[in-house]
């Protein structure tokens, strides 16, 4: 990749006229918390709004003491990208790195001033792959600004001017200044026509592995989360909802509970839940557990777990409510042709977010504005939900983010907590109210993965090549649920297919010369979500523990086979060898491990690992190493990929060996993490991770990953014990060696 | 009314006596850095020490709480965010989110207090705390660079 031009557009002449519009400071409270984390961190005030300070442009603030404060639409939930755009606006702006810090602008900043900070929406791998170029750009911008107010300062040409660590050079006469002198200067110009983006080969800060500019205040408390947001005369919430999707609040005995310690009000929230509001939360919680409640349960009152199943398990053979996803060839006619033809079912269970941070949000309302502040990977959407709730226009309302204690994609697309929040707080106008989610509430009300079935039948020659292959998958559609706006003419959900599209950011790894991808979609009534992931979660196992059945079947190692498939999928191939060259595929592990692979593209990356465990005579599984590789084009901050692949070990094998909701009168069972447990540092296996950039495209890090860990460690669970596990969780399976 | 010491500092709370010392810091002393996650005492977010020892406080009756103990929490841990854990989290950037990482500090810490040279089993017995972003291994290794440090500290 070469220099980028780019144009500068009609945006960026809105930020320089607009200046900050400082939406929050015309509202009552007007808090901006938490504003800087590092800001806090380098000992100043907890709220340093940049409001009232002139923006070189909406990414860039300048202090006079050179301090930069870069501006982050996307949310930070742990995933690292907080730091990793403002590396990137950094490396175009040419600033001291030591002096930046960030801040969240709001949601309804955004809508005021025409978008200027674009997407707010922290998913599907975006917030760096979706927005290098425009954060870029706006670094770009902010440079060539302050380059030109101090080219005008000493009435020289801006390109005799060069700037490095916020200082600008005149180098024909040895003039300096410092950004923070001529910010000020250049918050009133123009912005320049047209910028060129660095050479990837030129960049000095993007692909370091810097610091995270957010731990300190992790380490000592500092950090607010929306659990812990305190407000002058706030009150707190807590709720029930009716526990089955679909139900109904029909009647509450509000008078049992009145008299209890702390408890100021009850109150009735939407159609489907009630809410008692008290000085502290742990009173209103523990009134609420005393209140008499009725719930008309609906429709889905008596569905359980065994009716889902066989809906799911209908689907595998009907021709019912059947999408193509993927197709080539004629698999049928391989499949008769075939010399030896393997078949098998997978199946893969609900699972919860299980964030750590239940829901929350704080809300605060009066008949001519409401304001929220809570965790969110989408501050737009939960502006939007807030506006809704309040029933104001949205110039009316505003949002304040808060870094959030885990999203993994349930603060994405769903603001329920938003929602309930703002619907209290009108019951109670002028008094600032935070709602808080019990465990119990957060297990049984989530958006769940969803649930599917996959039938694969596989043709094999006599020299045991691949000729054909037929997936079957059957189960829920998250789109149908949730964005039916995105759903295909004719009522399909291209998402299903993650993994097994035939190319873009979600394509299948192998070349298969007869091949047929369906989807008979099966939506039971538990909700479903997008869960850290989605549904490449379940295809790659459905896909790389068949493939690896397929190996067997046809007596091939499980990497030469796959390779025979992959010469034109050569980045996949890439990462694959990567892994089994590091791991010793081929070498004996020895000590009774045993090992097991898997390769998928999905969020624009391409990702590999080779998991190494071992089970013993009774049963019990370990999982001593897992190396992985992964291929995102460019690698922006790799010690934070290495963080996120490791964790995205951590929340795939939870789910492996643990996760699974299960239903029984409509409702979900599991309501903490007694019965829906999560691995911990002693099943941690030792991860190698292989970062390995090849350039030329932006591939996602939060959730790649996640794909290989499931598939892997059940190839090698194979390897070791003759047993293949096709449902799930692990926790229900008997390992021991056949 | 409950007397409490926390973090050096004595305290009278009116409050019932069967409310968990996590509410309790949480909501009556402002003490947010010790979190909510289960209720249940499984997950470990909301450890403190009692008298140097990690407990987890969302299952602790904040009348059980005898007089003149003494409670630390994440915020009293060392005065400055210096103490060689959370000097070691900052070095190897070990938290993603954060929201468990008190917790885990604080049981770290504790085992620290009775253990200065842990072995890798002894941490998978004392730091069973959940994180669902999967920080273990850089947990691991900070709490191995800790006691190396204060290794380090002693012996120099």
């Known amino acids: 990749m070469s220099r980028e031009r780019i144009d500068v557009g009609r945006r960026e002449f809105l930020i320089s006229t607009c200046k900050v519009a400082g939406l929050g400071t015309a509202f009552s409270l007007g808090l901006h918390l938490p504003l800087t984390a590092t800001a806090r961190s380098r000992g100043w005030g907890d709220e340093q709004p940049s409001d009232g300070l002139p923006e070189v442009n909406a990414?860039?603030?300048?202090?006079?003491?050179?301090?930069?404060?870069?501006?982050?639409?996307?949310?930070?939930?742990?995933?690292?990208?907080?730091?990793?755009?403002?590396?990137?606006?950094?490396?175009?702006?040419?600033?001291?790195?030591?002096?930046?810090?960030?801040?969240?602008?709001?949601?309804?900043?955004?809508?005021?001033?025409?978008?200027?900070?674009?997407?707010?929406?922290?998913?599907?791998?975006?917030?760096?792959?979706?927005?290098?170029?425009?954060?870029?750009?706006?670094?770009?911008?902010?440079?060539?600004?302050?380059?030109?107010?101090?080219?005008?300062?000493?009435d020289v040409p801006k390109g005799e001017c060069r700037a490095a660590n916020s200082v600008i050079i005149h180098a024909p006469s040895g003039r300096t200044t410092t950004y923070g002198k001529v910010a000020a200067a250049a918050a009133e110009l123009f912005p320049p026509l047209h910028v060129e983006l660095k050479d990837p080969k030129d960049w000095k800060l993007i692909g370091k592995p810097v610091a995270r500019l957010d731990t300190a205040d992790k380490t000592n408390g500092k950090q607010v989360f929306g659990a812990d947001l305190q407000l002058e005369g706030m009150l707190n919430a807590a709720i029930r909802a009716c526990p089955v999707f679909g139900g109904k609040l029909e009647s509450y005995d509000a008078a049992k509970i009145e008299g209890m310690p702390g408890v100021r009000k009850v109150v009735q929230v939407g159609d489907d839940a009630v809410a008692v509001i008290a000085d502290t939360w742990w009173q209103a919680h523990t009134a609420l557990q005393k209140l008499p409640i009725v719930w008309d349960k609906g429709p889905n009152a008596t569905v359980g777990s065994a009716d889902i199943d066989r809906m799911l398990e209908a689907g595998?053979?009907?021709?019912?409510?059947?999408?193509?996803?993927?197709?080539?060839?004629?698999?049928?006619?391989?499949?008769?042709?075939?010399?030896?033809?393997?078949?098998?079912?997978?199946?893969?269970?609900?699972?919860?977010?299980?964030?750590?941070?239940?829901?929350?949000?704080?809300?605060?309302?009066?008949?001519?504005?409401?304001?929220?502040?809570?965790?969110?990977?989408?501050?737009?959407?939960?502006?939007?939900?807030?506006?809704?709730?309040?029933?104001?226009?949205?110039?009316?309302?505003?949002?304040?983010?808060?870094?959030?204690?885990?999203?993994?994609?349930?603060?994405?697309?769903?603001?329920?907590?938003?929602?309930?929040?703002?619907?209290?707080?009108?019951?109670?106008?002028?008094?600032?109210?935070?709602?808080?989610?019990?465990?119990?509430?957060?297990?049984?009300?989530?958006?769940?993965?969803?649930?599917?079935?996959?039938?694969?039948?596989?043709?094999?020659?006599?020299?045991?090549?691949?000729?054909?292959?037929?997936?079957?998958?059957?189960?829920?559609?998250?789109?149908?649920?949730?964005?039916?706006?995105?759903?295909?003419?004719?009522?399909?959900?291209?998402?299903?297919?993650?993994?097994?599209?035939?190319?873009?950011?979600?394509?299948?790894?192998?070349?298969?010369?007869?091949?047929?991808?369906?989807?008979?979609?099966?939506?039971?009534?538990?909700?479903?979500?997008?869960?850290?992931?989605?549904?490449?979660?379940?295809?790659?196992?459905?896909?790389?523990?068949?493939?690896?059945?397929?190996?067997?079947?046809?007596?091939?190692?499980?990497?030469?086979?796959?390779?025979?498939?992959?010469?034109?999928?050569?980045?996949?191939?890439?990462?694959?060898?990567?892994?089994?060259?590091?791991?010793?595929?081929?070498?004996?592990?020895?000590?009774?491990?045993?090992?097991?692979?898997?390769?998928?593209?999905?969020?624009?990356?391409?990702?590999?690992?080779?998991?190494?465990?071992?089970?013993?005579?009774?049963?019990?599984?370990?999982?001593?190493?897992?190396?992985?590789?992964?291929?995102?084009?460019?690698?922006?901050?790799?010690?934070?990929?290495?963080?996120?692949?490791?964790?995205?070990?951590?929340?795939?094998?939870?789910?492996?060996?643990?996760?699974?909701?299960?239903?029984?009168?409509?409702?979900?069972?599991?309501?903490?993490?007694?019965?829906?447990?999560?691995m911990r540092i002693d099943e941690m296996p030792e991860v190698e991770t292989i970062v390995m950039p090849s350039g030329g495209f932006w591939g996602g890090i939060g959730e790649p990953t996640i794909a290989v860990a499931a598939p892997a460690v059940l190839n090698a669970i194979y390897a070791a014990t003759g047993k293949r596990i096709r449902e799930f969780p692990l926790r229900n399976a008997d390992l021991r060696p056949a | 009314m409950a007397k409490l010491k926390v973090n050096g500092q004595e305290h009278e709370v009116e409050v019932d006596g069967s409310t968990p010392l996590l509410w309790v810091l949480r909501e009556q002393l402002g003490l947010t850095g010790t979190k909510y996650a289960c209720g249940i005492g499984i997950c470990g977010s909301c450890t403190v020490h009692v008298d140097g020892k990690a407990v987890r406080s969302c299952t602790l009756p904040v009348s059980s709480i005898e007089a003149g103990q003494s409670i630390t929490t994440i915020e009293g841990l060392s005065p400055d965010n210096s103490h060689p854990l959370q000097a070691a989290w900052k070095a190897l950037d070990v938290p993603q989110c954060g929201y468990c990482q008190p917790g885990i500090i604080m049981a770290a810490a504790a085992l620290l207090n009775e253990n200065p040279d842990p072995s890798d089993a002894d941490i998978d017995a004392r730091v069973d705390n959940i994180c669902r972003c999967g920080t273990f291994n850089r947990v691991r290794r900070g709490i191995h660079q800790a006691v190396k440090h204060m290794k380090g500290g002693r012996s120099a």
Not at chain 1, 91 to 103: F, G, Y
Not at chain 1, 520 to 544: C, D, K, L, S, T
């Open chain 1, 59 to 154: 990414w860039v603030v300048i202090e006079p003491d050179d301090t930069v404060i870069i501006r982050i639409a996307r949310s930070e939930m742990g995933q690292g990208t907080l730091t990793g755009l403002a590396q990137m606006v950094a490396e175009e702006l040419e600033c001291d790195w030591d002096k930046v810090i960030t801040e969240y602008p709001t949601p309804g900043e955004n809508i005021a001033r025409d978008e200027v900070w674009r997407s707010f929406s922290t998913g599907g791998s975006q917030g760096i792959r979706g927005s290098h170029s425009y954060v870029r750009k706006g670094g770009a911008v902010a440079r060539e600004m302050l380059l030109q107010a101090a080219a005008d300062e000493w």
């Open chain 1, 316 to 678: 595998l053979s009907s021709d019912d409510k059947v999408f193509v996803g993927n197709s080539n060839g004629d698999v049928q006619s391989a499949l008769k042709s075939a010399a030896q033809t393997v078949e098998a079912t997978y199946s893969y269970p609900y699972q919860n977010h299980a964030t750590m941070e239940p829901m929350n949000a704080t809300a605060v309302w009066s008949e001519d504005k409401c304001e929220v502040w809570c965790p969110t990977q989408n501050g737009t959407a939960a502006l939007e939900a807030a506006a809704e709730a309040a029933d104001l226009p949205i110039s009316k309302c505003d949002v304040y983010k808060i870094h959030l204690g885990g999203g993994f994609g349930r603060r994405g697309a769903f603001h329920d907590y938003v929602t309930q929040a703002v619907l209290i707080a009108r019951q109670m106008p002028g008094t600032p109210i935070k709602l808080l989610w019990s465990r119990e509430e957060d297990m049984t009300h989530g958006h769940y993965h969803p649930v599917t079935k996959c039938r694969l039948t596989g043709a094999l020659d006599e020299d045991g090549n691949l000729t054909g292959l037929h997936a079957r998958i059957s189960g829920q559609s998250i789109l149908a649920a949730v964005r039916p706006q995105w759903m295909g003419e004719d009522g399909s959900d291209p998402i299903t297919f993650q993994g097994f599209h035939k190319d873009g950011d979600h394509a299948i790894s192998y070349t298969v010369p007869n091949l047929l991808v369906e989807h008979a979609m099966r939506n039971p009534h538990v909700p479903p979500g997008f869960w850290r992931g989605v549904n490449i979660n379940q295809n790659a196992i459905y896909m790389e523990c068949f493939v690896d059945e397929l190996a067997h079947a046809a007596g091939k190692d499980p990497l030469e086979f796959r390779r025979r498939l992959m010469a034109d999928h050569p980045k996949s191939l890439a990462v694959l060898n990567a892994v089994a060259e590091r791991a010793g595929w081929g070498k004996p592990a020895g000590g009774g491990i045993h090992r097991g692979l898997a390769v998928v593209k999905t969020f624009a990356s391409y990702v590999a690992a080779c998991a190494e465990v071992s089970v013993s005579q009774e049963g019990k599984l370990s999982i001593h190493r897992i190396v992985a590789a992964t291929d995102p084009g460019y690698a922006v901050n790799p010690q934070q990929i290495e963080a996120q692949v490791e964790g995205s070990f951590v929340y795939g094998l939870s789910a492996l060996l643990y996760g699974g909701c299960t239903v029984k009168d409509g409702t979900v069972q599991e309501t903490n993490f007694h019965d829906y447990p999560s």
